[in-house]
């Protein structure tokens, strides 16, 4: 078994405890449509890094990180509740910004090709 499969373990389980809760369990209206993209825990298992993708403008992301951080000690403890550790990893929440790269990335690539032919054929006219 390598060294790296417990973190990952224990990320995947972080990642869907996380998930279930936000959906059910957080009240704060901050959070709102919130989805946890993936969860990065540390070889020694003392810190869990969750990234997160939201909906919304740039205001409604930072209105998320600032509920996701107000959260953190609720989550924490329902967390504990759940997962069977010694110790829990300390939370920390990233947005991830994979998403929108790549949507950057293939509207780039679609310029290179000259567009996609809906964007070629002028008010859906031959």
């Known amino acids: 078994m390598s060294q790296g499969s417990r973190p990952d373990r ?13 959906a059910r369990e957080v009240q704060d209206p901050g959070v ?14 003392s810190v869990a890094r969750v990234y997160y993708t939201s909906l919304g403008s740039e205001a409604a992301r930072r209105e998320t990180a600032k509920a996701l951080r107000r959260a953190t000690p609720f989550l924490r403890r329902r967390l504990g ?15 991830d910004e994979a998403l929108e790269q ?6 780039l690539l679609l310029d290179l090709r000259g567009g996609s032919d809906e964007e070629r054929e002028p008010d859906g006219h031959d």
């Not at 709102?32 to 298992?45: A, K, N």
């Not at 790549?102 to 509207?107: A, H, I, N, S, T």
Request: glycine share 6%.
């Open 102 to 107: 790549q949507e950057r990335v293939e509207r």
């Open 81 to 95: 509740r759940r997962l069977r550790l010694r110790r829990l990893p300390e939370l920390t929440f990233s947005y």
């Open 32 to 45: 709102g449509f919130t989805t946890i993209t993936r969860v990065r825990v540390s070889p020694d298992l």
């Open 10 to 22: 224990v990320g995947d389980q972080i990642r869907a405890d996380l998930g279930d809760l936000l």
